[in-house]
């Protein structure tokens, strides 16, 4: 089971990026998306989750508007679309799936069952 995430990169306040994260041993239409990042010196914290059907999608405050989480079961990706990107957003932004065909969506990291290695977004002002 692998979880690969990339699309990071360097990009200036205002801009955009697209992350992607390619699942491959296992069905991610099974699993919940959870969007993390870690900054230096900074816990992980959770930005974006969906739902294993796209039937719901929940944000952190601090991302509210600007991000957008996304999945193509068929292409066993999902994808968070990053917009108005801001110098607190640079950190390691990494992707995980969590076994639940519901609609609840587990924030904690530590109930998350699979992770990807993690793709370094760097916004500079």
């Known amino acids: 089971v692998q979880l690969q995430a990339s699309g990071g990169g360097s990009v200036q306040a205002g801009g955009s990026l697209r992350l992607s994260c390619v699942a491959s041993?296992?069905?991610?239409?099974?699993?919940?998306i959870g969007w993390f990042r870690q900054a230096p010196g900074k816990e992980r914290e959770g930005v974006a989750f969906i739902t294993s059907k796209c039937h719901k999608a929940e944000y952190a405050e601090s991302v509210e508007g600007r991000f957008t989480v996304s999945r193509d079961n068929g292409k066993n990706t999902a994808y968070l679309q990053m917009n108005s990107l801001k110098p607190e957003d640079s950190a390691v932004y990494y992707c995980a799936a969590d076994q639940n065909l519901g609609n609840y969506l587990e924030k904690r990291p530590t109930e998350y069952d699979y992770w990807g290695q993690g793709t370094l977004v760097t916004v500079s002002s």
């Open positions: 041993g296992l069905l991610l239409g099974h699993y919940a």
